[in-house]
């Protein structure tokens, strides 16, 4: 979902450039003519220490509780990838639900796209042509509407309004059982069941589904968003960003209080939203309704 960073400092920036000027036709010993590039919108994310720690009590060590050494340590792990997975689900569905900040285990995060709007919204602006584009729709997960949304998104244009071919080929949504029905029935089949001579379904072998029932807990209940993504886009230009800085490290001391043994772990890494264009998404009220 997210393009993989390998941080260096406190924190990186991310930013884009416009479409290079083509090559224009300049006859006989013609000169050349002088290509441009622009910056487009720019994003900083800096990077966040994140800390866990479980101990060992000298009575365990004692009484030689193999099961519990065991399972604490493995406890200890399974808990860091969570966290990093609840993390990126709560940015994610906090975009869906139309925020600019998610709160997430006490902290405040940015969720806003590098154009400062919202990742989802009707009104993002190209920095240099002035355009301004949606990837926020209200309809439903349908074969039909798949269709749309995968449309409009082709259509996305960069700042200086050159179409970029934007090609989004994953359907993420919630662990929802009326989703998972809608998805799998656009997608499902290669002939229409609904239709009397079983016409071709066009949608038929090129999506990949991905069902995300972390989600659920971050979006708005009785909601059914569905998500679009392009991830060869999002790796290339940066759109769903997640840098790591430092990778999870343990270290063991004794606690000369406690006599416990505690096993401290620590961890920089951070996520956001660059470039809005790499994702849509429907199913959404208040967004853009396409026909």
């Known amino acids: 979902l997210f393009a993989h ?24 010993n013609g000169a050349y003519p002088e290509a441009e590039m622009e910056q487009g919108y720019a994003k900083i994310l800096h990077n966040v220490t994140w800390k866990n720690k479980f101990a060992i009590s000298q009575e365990m060590v004692e009484d030689g509780k193999i099961t519990d050494f065991r399972k604490k340590p493995a406890g200890f792990v399974n808990a860091y990838y969570r966290t990093r997975e609840q993390y990126g689900a709560a940015m994610l569905g906090g975009a869906i639900k139309g925020s600019t900040t998610v709160t997430f285990r006490g902290t405040t995060f940015d969720a806003t796209a590098a154009d400062g709007s919202k990742l989802f919204a009707t ?19 349908s074969a039909e509407n798949l269709g ?97 800085r430092v990778e999870l490290t343990v270290r063991s ?30 199913g959404i009220t208040g967004g853009t309704e396409l026909s």
């Open 5 to 28: 960073e390998k941080s260096t400092g406190f924190a990186e920036s991310y930013t884009s450039l416009t479409a290079m000027d083509g090559f224009d036709p300049v006859g006989e």
């Open 148 to 244: 749309r949304v995968e449309t409009a998104m082709q259509n996305f244009t960069g700042d200086n309004g050159e179409v970029l071919a934007v090609a989004p080929r994953v359907l993420l949504i919630p662990n929802d059982a009326a989703l998972k029905k809608a998805a799998f029935e656009a997608v499902g089949s290669d002939q229409d069941p609904s239709s009397a001579y079983n016409a071709w379904n066009y949608q038929f072998g090129r999506w990949e589904v991905w069902i995300w029932p972390y989600l659920n807990q971050f979006i708005t209940a009785g909601t059914s968003p569905w998500v679009l993504l392009d991830t060869d886009y999002n790796e290339q230009c940066d759109g769903l960003v997640w840098q790591d």
């Open 253 to 282: 001391y004794i606690d000369r209080n406690t006599d416990a043994n505690v096993w401290a772990g620590r961890a920089r890494f951070a996520c956001g939203f660059n470039d809005w264009r790499a994702v849509a998404v429907g």
């Open 123 to 141: 009104n993002h602006k190209n920095k240099v042509d002035g355009k301004t584009q949606s990837n926020w729709f209200t309809n439903s997960l």
